[in-house]
Every structure is written in C-alpha cells, then in structure tokens.
C-alpha cells in the first residue's frame, strides 16, 4: 500500500565560504558536519545550490540535499518559519524556512504468516 508523506522540515541553502581568487574563478568550500554527543561522526563537502535539511529527530542532524534531489523530495518554494518558539526562531534568522515533503511511503502489513 502507498501512502503520502504529509509532514515538514526546515532547510536552507547551503553556505559557502569563499576560499580564495584564482585567476577569473573564485574557489568556494563549505563542509557540514555532523556532531553526536560532542563527537565529529560525520562530515560532508557541499556544492553552490545544495539543501541543508536539519532532520526531526533527537540529535537534530543535518543532511544535504542536492538542488536536484531536494527539488524533486521538497515542495518549491519554501515558506517562512510561523513557530514563535525561541528554537524555531533562531533557524529562521539563520535562513531556514518550512518545506513540505512530497514523498510517497510504502507500507506492508505484517500477517500472522510473517511472523511464523
């Protein structure tokens, strides 16, 4: 059985930082990392147009999205932040704002026959 996924995240567009000239180009770089418990578990490079999503989740890591890939997961555009709460309003004066998942779930319900 298919089900739509209603539910939200907050992203922003990833930031870049602006390395060095070299001749006509200007070299960008920008590293997301991923912190558990005070512990680096994972880090990842971006590219200009990349979607940082902070994940619903207890640790609240972060994942990156693709222009592309979020494009196709994430409804365009996205809206600002409504939440007064003090947490929701700091990611917005980071530059997050509310995106609806357009995802599909695939559910499978467990028969007495599985579990056998």
Request: charged letters at 25%; proline letters at 3%; a negative charge.
């Amino acid at each position: 059985m298919q089900t739509r996924t209603d539910r939200w995240a907050v992203a922003r567009q990833a930031w870049l930082t602006r390395l060095r000239q070299a001749g006509p180009h200007e070299i960008f770089r920008a590293l997301i990392r991923t912190i558990v418990d005070g512990e680096q578990v994972a880090k990842m490079a971006v590219m200009p147009g990349d979607m940082v999503v902070r994940m619903e989740t207890t640790d609240r890591e972060l994942q990156v999205y693709s222009a592309g890939a979020f494009a196709r997961d994430f409804q365009l555009p996205g809206e600002e932040i409504q939440d007064a709460s003090p947490e929701m309003q700091a990611l917005n004066s980071r530059g997050y704002k509310c995106y609806w998942h357009q995802g599909v779930a695939l559910l499978y319900q467990v028969t007495e026959e599985d579990v056998e």
